[in-house]
């Protein structure tokens, strides 16, 4: 990896530590979460799985995809 993508990698987990942005994130989900039913229907997925379940996620280049 060249010194700008290093530099560049380094700066955004700085970023995303310092800031709590994965606890930013998961607090945001459960206020999302709150409004959905959470039972479980006959395709074994609850409200939201169904929602979100063809939203595109961000995956680590070389991930195989679900």
Sequence with gaps: MDKSK???ASETCR???E???TH???DIR???SEKFDTSLGDD???DIERAME???CWSKEGD???
């Design 44 to 46: 074994d997925m609850d």
């Design 54 to 56: 063809g939203v595109k």
């Design 19 to 21: 800031w709590e942005i």
């Design 24 to 26: 930013k994130l998961a």
């Design 6 to 8: 290093s530099d560049y």
């Design 15 to 17: 970023f995303i530590d």
């Design 30 to 32: 459960s206020l999302i």
């Design 64 to 66: 195989v995809p679900d």
